[in-house]
């Protein structure tokens, strides 16, 4: 069948009211703004060779730095992303709350190294144990899910999230099982001490065995797996995930297997965590329980929803953006840049008209001048305390900030009142949150000097919180992801 | 009567102690259209859940052109051929307009995941093929699902609009009976008339057999071949329009028994 011909003006059809919005003509969503001409520049390359500028970047990273400290973080940064990236199929894609997840990339750890060390004495060549790894990861996906198949939401979460539990204590406690028919225990994982000496990977006679060479190894796979996942999401059965994510009674009777593609969404989910996993038990030449437990999944979760769940690059952004921000807020001086460039952001953004955002400033600034020429005349030892780390910042903000000698223990105080104060400063409305913002800034700054910068690499998850409380708020669906809308 | 497509014979189903439907037999022609009336709670919607394999009756018998519909899933009997849309709409709404067209092609596609990863020839020639399905059900409601709107999310349309898109949903599973529930309802005057010319043209050019759930009088008279009348899930009367509509006790049915105020 032809497609209608636009309607020559005469005879536009009078009946129905949305015929007016029709007679609008094109009424797409046109950017507008200086950056125009640019974001239809990008909008007109193929998305596969978008993220071609940001892999050549990160191919760099090995040239510009002699650090192999640096590369690591990198190659960190790129499980990350891989994780990140399996997570997104099963909780972007298809929209199912998996808590288990991370049980998939320790499985894939635990069976690269149990074929690959000296655990059985098996050391199988890497292309033939890495797709034997991810088929398995990916029926172990399939038997998770088909008991819970049928759960929804909150359901669901509960029994992958005892799954992922179970699968720690199994590890954990799998080195004294006798198998039938067997005469005496068997260690199969190590259990606490897991298993140590994990081959590296060897591809036909070529070992990696430099952190550089598992920073490209980890590249080339988070690359090929970034396109496999895109060129899915572009299919029938990447459809068929949007749609029963949005409304899977409908998806059933438009002919969408549900069931079945619940269950094809975990096994893809699963076998990219397989894979991650073979490469960060070579890389770290050994498994251990602790590597796969509650604190990963909940950066791995971190990172999905700060991206913006369903969105491919997104989710890498999350993943880079989380772990480069950990890795940065590791060391004072660098953590003070982040701490202050954040809350002057937060505030350049939020901060309306102008003139409160001129007078906060100003104020802080001078309570905190006020507060540095007075309080030592009043009060004996509300300087003199030890300053953290050096540069321009530091002296700025030490020539502001009150050092008190036993700043430690008031910085305790302190914080506890930082966090009162903020959560009146979120009820308050208009002049009143205005003048209390000042003060509040200025007790930030106290805690963070005093306090929170002395163990930046303790401290740093209050700082990223705090962040991602901030970024969420401002940005609901993640940096990346559309905003989904459920009722209208 | 033509060849019969849809057949029910003998259906019942309840809720706990509530009988909904109760020993139904219905026969829909090939290339008719049937409306289905009755008051609120008469059963009407359980009917299209129980012939779309969302219930499972008691007991009964429900032919597609001979075939067995009771027990299987929802996505088999839809791609043997029964399609519907719902009172309540259930449109993929985060979706693009065209893309909620694209998806409900999925039971006549083949290609798995490892093809479209690889992205082989067949598989992005299968693309282009729902594409131009799903161009092509859009384009069977004039201008109003076409151009920009393709792209536009399935939230941003009119209630009309939205009602349009879901048959137009139902339409790319390729059905041989499509069931539409309540397609006027929340449509102003005109937009009911259009409806009505609407089924009129899904008949005559879609060759689809329409059973149709229709509650304003005007559209089941210019719309039906037959009409069947429910009341608490059991049928009350068969026949043309003239003839339901004056039947005595479907008149009741919808007014109350006379005389007994």
Request: proline fraction near 5%.
């Amino acid at each position: 069948m032809a497609l209608p011909e636009r309607p020559d003006v005469r005879d536009r059809p009078s009946i129905g009211v949305d015929e007016w919005v029709a007679r609008h003509g094109e009424r797409r969503v046109r950017r507008t703004g200086r950056l125009a001409p640019a974001f239809r520049a990008v909008e007109r390359i193929p998305p596969p060779a978008r993220i071609a500028p940001f892999v050549a970047l990160a191919a760099l990273l090995p040239f510009l730095t002699s650090s192999d400290y640096v590369i690591s973080v990198g190659f960190d940064t790129l499980i990350y992303v891989l994780l990140a990236l399996g997570l997104n199929v099963v909780v972007g894609f298809a929209g199912l709350l998996d808590l288990g997840y991370i049980a998939f990339f320790g499985f894939g750890a635990y069976a690269y190294a149990e074929f690959s060390s000296k655990q059985f004495h098996m050391h199988w060549p890497t292309w033939g144990t890495v797709p034997i790894v991810m088929v398995a990861t990916a029926l172990l996906g399939l038997l998770l899910g088909l008991p819970s198949r049928r759960l929804l939401g909150d359901y669901l979460a509960i029994v992958t999230l005892f799954f992922g539990q179970a699968f720690v204590t199994f590890v954990s406690n799998a080195n004294r099982i006798t198998p039938p028919g067997h005469s005496g225990p068997v260690d199969f994982t190590g259990g606490p001490n897991g298993i140590p000496n994990v081959d590296p990977w060897n591809l036909f006679g070529l070992k990696i065995g430099s952190t550089k060479g598992y920073f490209y190894l980890a590249l080339v796979i988070a690359v090929v797996v970034m396109l496999a996942l895109y060129f899915l999401k572009e299919s029938r059965t990447g459809r068929a995930w949007r749609a029963l994510r949005e409304d899977p009674l409908a998806a059933e009777l438009m002919s969408m297997p549900v069931n079945r593609l619940k269950l094809l969404a975990f096994m893809f989910g699963a076998a990219t965590a397989g894979l991650t996993g073979t490469v960060f038990a070579a890389y770290q030449q050994g498994v251990f329980p602790s590597n796969f437990d509650v604190p990963l999944l909940i950066t791995i979760y971190a990172m999905v929803i700060l991206g913006g769940t369903g969105s491919l690059v997104g989710v890498a952004i999350g993943a880079v953006t989380i772990n480069v921000l950990l890795e940065i807020l590791r060391t004072a001086d660098q953590a003070r840049f982040v701490f202050y460039g954040f809350i002057l952001a937060g505030l350049l953004r939020f901060l309306r008209p102008l003139w409160a955002l001129a007078a906060v400033l100003a104020g802080a600034a001078i309570f905190g001048i006020a507060l540095h020429e007075l309080v030592p005349h009043v009060v004996s030892g509300a300087t003199g305390g030890t300053a953290e780390g050096g540069g321009w910042l530091s002296r700025a903000a030490h020539a502001w900030v009150l050092l008190p000698k036993n700043g430690t223990l008031v910085g305790n105080y302190c914080y506890v009142g930082l966090v009162g104060l903020v959560l009146l400063l979120v009820l308050l409305r208009g002049a009143l949150r205005l003048v209390l913002l000042a003060p509040v800034l200025y007790l930030a700054a106290f805690v963070w000097e005093n306090r929170l910068v002395q163990e930046p690499s303790i401290t740093r998850l209050i700082l990223l919180g705090a962040i991602l409380v901030v970024l969420m708020n401002a940005r609901p669906q993640g940096l990346l992801g559309t905003a989904r809308v459920e009722i209208v | 009567m033509t060849k019969p497509l849809l057949e029910l014979r003998g259906v019942s189903k309840a809720f706990g102690g509530l009988q909904v439907i109760s020993r139904l037999d219905l026969v829909v022609g090939e290339g008719e259209v049937a409306s289905v009336i009755g008051p609120n709670g008469a059963g009407k919607t359980t009917l299209f859940n129980l012939v779309t394999g969302i219930y499972r009756p008691e007991s009964g018998e429900i032919l597609l052109d001979g075939q067995p519909l009771v027990g299987l899933p929802p996505w088999k009997i839809t791609r043997l051929g029964v399609a519907r849309t719902f009172q309540t709409l259930r449109l993929f709404l985060n979706m693009s307009v065209k893309e909620n067209v694209m998806a409900a092609a999925y039971g006549r596609t083949k290609a798995g995941v490892f093809r479209a990863i690889a992205r082989t020839p067949g598989m992005r020639r299968e693309e282009r093929e729902i594409e131009r399905l799903a161009e092509e059900k859009l384009a069977f409601f004039g201008e109003r699902l076409m151009g920009y709107r393709w792209n536009q999310p399935a939230y941003s349309l009119s209630y009309a609009n939205r009602r349009r898109l879901e048959i137009a949903r139902a339409m790319a599973t390729e059905p041989r009976i499509l069931l539409l529930d309540e397609p006027a309802a929340g449509m102003n005057p005109a937009e009911t008339h259009e409806i009505t010319e609407l089924i009129g043209k899904l008949r005559d050019e879609g060759g689809y057999t329409i059973l149709v759930i229709e509650h304003d009088m005007h559209v089941v008279e210019g719309i039906s071949d037959r009409v069947v009348a429910l009341d608490h899930g059991v049928k009350i009367a068969e026949g043309s329009f003239e003839q339901v509509a004056t039947n005595e006790q479907v008149v009741e049915a919808y007014l109350g028994l006379r005389g007994a105020a």
